[in-house]
């Protein structure tokens, strides 16, 4: 009858070793790429075939290095040091396939799971610490008295990472009973390349990024991981055998025979075993409310929805505390939305606090749209939300802080464009291209931004593009390739016209709007307070003008003339007039867009007029009195820091 309980306890609970592993967090930036069909990509999926052909290794870690010079690749992979070799195999097996499609052309990635860790780069990374690309996750769940736990987990982990260290698979797992119900559960673990001293080093650095008071959390690097818990989380028959007892055993109870009666031997067995079975049955729930609860504190491409509305929630005094009761000092930026804060967490990371107005365009919808879009949405090229405040009539966001402004501080101050040369430039193009890709077609939503300018790409300290500010965002279904509107939002002149003056939205409205970012971008010049100049009244209708003219290296900012590639630049002006034609199906896909800025053997097609909404004053006005009826304005804002946005994000009722 025991038998019969635990097989129906197995149909309920079950475990395989076959299932997909546990995806973490992924990152490759994109700063050295591969040609496709090179003697590159040939020795990259050699690396790949040699990890996942030596992922049955007994330690759960190989290095390996093919090709040479300059076509070397660098590879390894890890994995979590209580996991049996099977399990480690499917997740190594698995990495090698998932990494190829998040990462295509990049020489350097890494890819966490739960299981396993898989990394490779064009330069050799062996033996030495990376602690520039560390992704924290944590149970947004406070402890009861944070101060104490705090010091139980800091020095638990402590000597824990002396033991990971100083081991030979640089692995150490822990179960500290502090009473009877208060129980820690700790990892740590190393790459077995890293010396002691390097190992220790690095784990001390990732301990010191675990958000504090949280009863759970992790920091992963591409070298090292930390882990605590208050429930089991690994295998317990992994842990290190207790030391044996000092104390002599009681002699044995006596039978008839000298010995243990069978009825209790029947009774102690079967007391164990059914002990056994609850403990995995409570610790297969526990698992799955804690991983439920996490939350990702940064990283490109999150794979599963640990973001929950409610584990993203702050409160509001924890708000007021970083930003210091909202002090003018701390105070980035203000738009027709609210005003936008720099704050600081408890734990040392900065953040950006967007405090919308309680009379803002932005109402409670909009404000929804937007946590459940950016929460959604983890790419290296889009602004990551960390969370969000809703507490009576206060709405706030919470972003991570780019220290870089906005494209429209640099772009269009004459003091500050010589710090944007061609190849940063170019660099950005393709990085805005990449997050709206990423939006629209390899995400798991389809969307649609419909505020694509300037002022809403914010740089980051590489001067990496980040797509911002999703307020105004629509979700698309699979199938879905348009939608209408009878409220048009966004900024003139950036606009599609079909968009405009039908409400009519597509991917292709994006598209419009990437191609006068683009022109903008290799012009210097701002397309919204554009003055007659040729003849021209928009930057557009300027720019088809020297195209057609043939003169289309007389538009480049002026600022660039001494370094620049001409190939580039005349393709990228050949690229925006494409984006802006009239008609949405002679526009690229942004797909093809990223094919196009990649490799120059893409031929483009020659593009037609493109669509002008401002040919001249007076069609200007005319347009302008047709659209004003039931008209509010507002102002729209980039997420901090960022420069005030003068640009107006109109709402329109069309004909």
């Known amino acids: ?158 000597d824990l990472a002396a033991q990971a260290a100083n081991g030979t698979k640089k692995f150490a797992i822990a179960e500290t009973n502090f009473s009877s119900l208060d129980v820690l559960y700790t990892l740590a673990q190393c790459t077995q390349d890293l010396s002691s001293n390097l190992c220790n080093r690095c784990l001390q650095v990732a301990i010191g990024n675990l958000v504090p008071g949280s009863i759970g959390g ?66 297969c729930i526990l698992s799955r409310r804690a991983k439920k609860k996490y939350m990702a504190a940064s990283g490109d491409d999150v794979g599963n929805d640990m973001t929950t509305v409610q584990s993203l929630q702050f409160d509001f005094a924890s708000i007021e505390a970083a930003t210091r009761k909202f002090s003018d000092d701390n105070k980035l930026g203000e738009g027709g939305f609210g005003v936008v804060y720099k704050g600081t967490l408890p734990n040392g990371q900065d953040i950006a606090v967007k405090r919308l107005s309680r009379n803002s365009g932005q109402g409670v919808e909009e404000f929804k749209n937007e946590v459940v879009l950016v929460a959604k949405l983890q790419h290296r090229n889009l602004v990551r939300l960390f969370g969000f405040c809703l507490e009576g009539e206060e709405k706030i ?74 307020g105004m965002a629509r979700i698309f279904g699979v199938d879905q390739t348009q939608g209408n509107t009878s409220r048009i939002v966004g900024t003139y002149g950036y606009m599609s016209p079909e968009y405009a003056m039908h409400g009519q939205f597509s991917v292709k409205s994006d598209v419009y709007s990437f191609g006068v970012l683009v022109l903008e971008i290799t012009t210097g010049k701002k397309n919204t307070s554009f003055y007659q100049t040729d003849g021209a009244e928009d930057l557009v209708s300027y720019v088809w003008k020297h195209w057609r003219e043939g003169t289309p290296l007389e538009l480049l900012d002026p600022t660039l003339t001494d370094s620049y590639s001409r190939t580039e630049v005349m393709r990228c002006i050949h690229l925006g007039l494409l984006c802006v034609q009239e008609d949405p199906a002679e526009r690229p896909t942004m797909a093809t867009i990223v ?13 037609q007029q493109p669509a002008f909404f401002y040919q001249t004053r007076t069609d200007q006005s005319l347009i302008l009195r047709g659209l004003e009826t039931d008209q509010s304005t507002s102002k729209s804002e980039s997420l901090p820091p960022f420069s005030v946005d003068e640009e107006p994000i109109t709402e329109v009722h069309p004909r």
Not at 17 to 30: G, I, Q, R, V
Not at 109 to 120: G, M
Not at 595 to 607: A, D, F, I, R, T
Request: charged share 15%; hydrophobic share 40%; aromatic share 12%.
């Open 397 to 470: 966001l919470v972003y991570e802080f780019v220290c870089n402004k906005s494209l429209d501080y640099f772009l269009y101050d004459p003091e500050k464009q010589g710090q944007l040369d061609w190849s940063r430039r170019y660099k950005i193009i393709g990085g805005i291209a990449r997050g709206i890709l990423y939006l629209h077609e390899d995400s798991r939503l389809r969307i649609i931004h419909r505020d694509l300018k300037a002022s809403n790409i914010l740089l980051d300290r590489d001067m990496n593009p980040k797509i911002s500010d999703f």
């Open 595 to 607: 094919l196009m800025l990649s490799s120059y053997s893409v031929s483009l097609p020659l593009p």
């Open 1 to 158: 009858m025991f038998m019969a309980v635990v097989f129906l306890f197995s149909l309920g609970f079950p475990i395989t070793s076959k299932a997909d592993p546990f995806y973490l967090y992924h990152d490759c930036p994109n700063t050295t790429t591969f040609t496709p069909n090179s003697t590159y990509q040939s020795n990259f999926n050699l690396l790949l075939s040699s990890l996942a052909s030596n992922s049955t290794n007994t330690d759960g870690f190989h290095t390996s290095t093919v090709g040479q010079t300059p076509d070397t690749v660098y590879g390894l992979f890890l994995c979590r040091g209580d996991l049996s070799p099977d399990v480690c195999q499917n997740c190594v097996t698995f990495a090698t396939q998932d990494i190829v499609q998040k990462c295509p052309v990049e020489k350097l990635a890494f890819i966490w799971y739960d299981e396993c860790l898989l990394r490779y780069s064009n330069q050799s990374f062996f033996n030495t610490v990376n602690e520039g690309s560390m992704f924290r996750m944590y149970n947004t769940q406070n402890a009861t008295n944070q101060t104490s736990f705090n010091e139980r987990v800091r020095a638990t982990m402590n």
């Open 218 to 283: 992790r920091t992963l690097s591409p070298t090292c991981l930390v882990r605590y818990e208050t429930y089991l989380f690994f295998n317990k028959s992994a842990l290190p055998a207790p030391p044996p007892s000092p104390l002599s055993l009681p002699p044995p109870l006596a039978s008839g025979k000298g010995g243990l009666s069978t009825g209790i031997i029947v009774a102690i067995v079967a007391a164990i075993v059914v002990s056994v079975v609850l403990f995995v049955i409570g610790y």
